[in-house]
Structures are given as C-alpha cells and as structure tokens.
C-alpha cells in the first residue's frame, strides 16, 4: 500500500491544472472540505484535516486512501481594453486532475493517536493570453503619410504551489484533541511577458522634399522572463474542543523557513531603434539592453504568512442530521521583500534615455497586505447513506493594492467567491462524492498593460516609443465552473 501511495503522489506531480495564483482560500481538497467550501477548522474535514486543523485528523478512525479529482473545470478570464481602448484580452480554458491524495494511518496498539500522509495541490495557475495590432497609421514624425503599425503582445504564466508531508492528531481526553503536521512546500513559477512593437513605411522609397529617405523601420521591444522553483517548510498546530453539539477548532500555520531553490532563470531584453523627436525631428539614441542571469548569479526566497483561524460546527440537537459550518482565518501581511535577486546589469545602461536604474533592473518583488476570509457550510443528511454538502466562501487577494505591481510576476490581481454544493454517498465501507463549485470576481478601473491606441512615436509620459497612454480603463473578470469526484476508499476489515 505505501509503494502504491509513493506512485501515485509522484503522478499527481506531474500533473497541472487552474486555480488563482495571489489568493490564498482558491485550493479544494477532499469531499467534506471542497463541498463545505473549506468551513472545516471546526471539524468535518475527513481526510484533508491535516491542512486545516491537524488536530481533526482523529476524526477519521479507520485507515484508509483517499483521493480527490476534477473531472472537468471550465475557467474564463476577460480582460476588457487591457491594450487600448476597445482591444481585450480573454482566455478559456478546460481543466482535468487530481489534486489531493492521503493515506489515514490508524495505530492499532494506540487509539489515541492517528498519523495521515498527503500530497495537495495549494495553487495553480496556467494562463496564456496574446493579441495582434496590424493596422496603418501615421505615427513616425519623419515620414508623411502612414506607416504599418504591427505591435503583439505575448503574457505566459505558469504558477504552481504542492503541499507534500505528514501530520498526526493526539487524543487528550473524551472531549480534547491537539495535532500538527509538517510540510514540504514546492513552489513553481515559470513567467514570459513579451512586447513588440513596429511601425515601417508602406513604400520602399520615401520623399520628403523631393529628397529621397533611406528605408528604415522604428522599433521597440520588451521582454521579461523569470522561472524558478523553491522549497521551504512550514508547519500547521491545531487544537479541537467538543461539547455536546459544538465542536471548536483552532489552527495555526507558521511562516514557511526556506530551504533551497532550483532552475533559477532570469531574462530581460529592452531595445528601440528609429525613434526621433517628435519637436525636433532629430533620431534618439538607439538602445539594447540586454540580459540573462541563472543559478549562481539568482537568489530566491519565498515568504508567507502567519495564519491563524478559528472554525465552529454546529449540530442541530433539534433536526438530527444538519450541521453548521463556519471559519475565519487571519493572514498576516508579508513586508516587501526582493523575491529574486539579481547581480546588477554588468553594462552602461545609458540611463540619460532608457531611464533605467541598473542596480536592481533584474530583481522580482513580493510581499502580502493583511487580510480575513471567512467560509460558511451547510452538511444535511437526506438519508442514511446520502449528505447534501453546500457552502460559500470568500477568497480575497493578498497583493491587490500594494505599490509594486510592475516589480513582481503576477500582476493582475482579484477577489474571487466559491459558491459549492454536493452530495455524498456511502458504499458499504467507502464513500464517493460528486459536486460542483462556482467561483467569479473582477477587478475594475485598472491601469491598462499598454495601449496600442493612438501611440506616439515616442510617449515621454509611458517612457517608451510607440505606444500611447495607459488609463485606469481596464476592467479584469474571472469566472470558473468545475466539477469535482471524490473518493475515500476503506481497506479495513471492519468499518461504519
């Protein structure tokens, strides 16, 4: 049973799906806590207690493999006038994987104790959105009449956040549990933004007073990549009081301790070449700066917060099978931090032009705001064998509004809300469960990422060539709908 447990947490590794990167409430573990919509601290966890409250992994007194699965999630992202007025941005994607495997270890000399091993994906984004301008304008001041204006524009982010490890869960007395569990973090982030910009004549011979102008086409590109892959610990102390029909929960999760970092890669590349003064009609300077750091040359770092939450179930004494669930956690905020450091850009960066400090041109940024999400839950046992689960939760986003957006990978940034609902069957000593979740939110009035309308040959206020004014226009929405399988398969003898 564990060489099987070993293969299948190494496939699951090796699979992807889609979640919210900079949101810390976007995961869906087991049956009882997708459907639930995580309000679980309190109990009613099953197997995917060792994330929210290891002390309830007691609750699940049987040894047992469980696994959970989406068998299809449809993810919509709009992104409205992101590069001018009227050119937006979208991306539909479908999504099928597993995302939580644990095997419940039951002592069979000490039932006061109970051990649990589990793989999870935490987070995971996988998004690629691209636009094409081709149009004629006139935008180079030297020509008369207009040129091909040809701009793309290319945004590739891949983040994904693994949670492997253990946990175990102590029987106090009749009424009082603590537990912890320990894991290893795997954070993955490969990020590609790419900007290119030009504008050439229509003619291959150009008059300007019956002079001809040699051919010539104004340039500018953008390019920024970064990948790299990080490893910490961090570890999660529960406590859990019963009496009568409330059951109190309380988790704590440390900041992450780093450990080691792989595939450290770090690209950038801005250049401009044919752009002239639009007063003076005299060429600027033409510019490349150019540069790619990896292993040695990169540090990185991850941090997270101190969470804390506190969970509350309920169990009607009045209508025998309901049961209320309701948690709140506190996230604290994380200070900004270089997230990757770079050696500084070793070449003169003619920064009288480019306008480019060459100290930390290749660092990242992170860091987090504080903030509460609160989830409710409803578990309704229509039957003997049957559960209706439902719940709501907030998902609120750590880094919107923090003043280093255009330092950090992921810079678009929304509230999201889960609304779930599910039912659960029992087969004689295993349990299958089939829901679906909902999830949407937006962000508005934000600062567009470029604007290919109307761009100047060059924009002193943007700083670059080619390209017009960014407005606060943007409008970013999100909406997801998946459907999710869940399975606890039970290999004892004898079980409930």
Known sequence: MRRALFIVLLMCMACSAGAQVNNYWSQNFNDG?????????????????????????????????S??????????????????SGIDLGKAKMIAQPRFVSYLIDLP????????????????????????????????????????????????????????GGGMSYQINDGLWIGS?????????????DLQIEASPLKDTIYINNDPVPYYSAVFQKTNEVRFQNYSLLWKFGLSYEVENIRLGVNITTPSINMFSAAEYV???????????????????????IDAQKKRDVKVRVRTPFAASLGLTFSSPDVPGKSFFATVEFFSGVSTYTMLDAK???????????????TNYMDLYGGARDLVNVALGYRWKISGNILLMS??????????????EDKTPNKYNLNIYHVTSGLRFKLEKNVVLFGIQYS???????????????????NAQEGYPLVGNRHQTMDLFYNSISFFLGATLNFTKTGN
């Not at 569990?181 to 933004?193: D, E, G, I």
Request: net charge negative; no cysteine.
């Open 267 to 289: 690209g950038k590349k801005q250049l401009q070449s044919n752009i002239s003064d639009a007063e003076t009609g005299v060429f600027l300077p033409d510019y490349a700066i």
């Open 181 to 193: 569990s320990m894991f290893l973090s795997v954070k993955t982030l490969k990020n590609l933004q």
């Open 344 to 358: 500084p850009y070793p070449y003169p960066m003619m920064s009288d032009f480019s306008g480019i400090d060459s």
């Open 67 to 84: 696994f959970s699965l989406s068998l299809f999630s449809l993810d919509v992202y709009k992104m409205r006038n992101a590069l001018g």
């Open 440 to 458: 949407f939110g937006w962000n508005r009035n934000i600062r567009q990422i470029v604007n290919f309308d109307h761009p100047a040959e060059y």
């Open 109 to 164: 000399n000490n039932d006061r104790i109970n051990l649990e091993l589990a793989f999870m994906n935490v987070s995971n984004s996988n998004i690629r959105v691209s636009h094409v301008v081709d149009k004629e304008i006139d935008v180079l001041t030297r020509i008369p009449g207009n040129e091909r204006y040809f701009s793309s524009f290319i945004m590739d982010n891949q983040n994904r956040n693994d949670y492997i």
């Open 33 to 65: 806590s997708s459907m639930l919509a995580g309000a679980v601290v309190g109990g009613g966890a099953g197997v995917a207690a060792i994330y929210y409250n290891p002390a309830n992994i007691s609750e699940i007194t049987e040894s047992r493999l």
């Open 391 to 404: 719940g709501l939760k907030t998902d609120f986003n750590f880094m919107k509004g923090l003043d280093i």
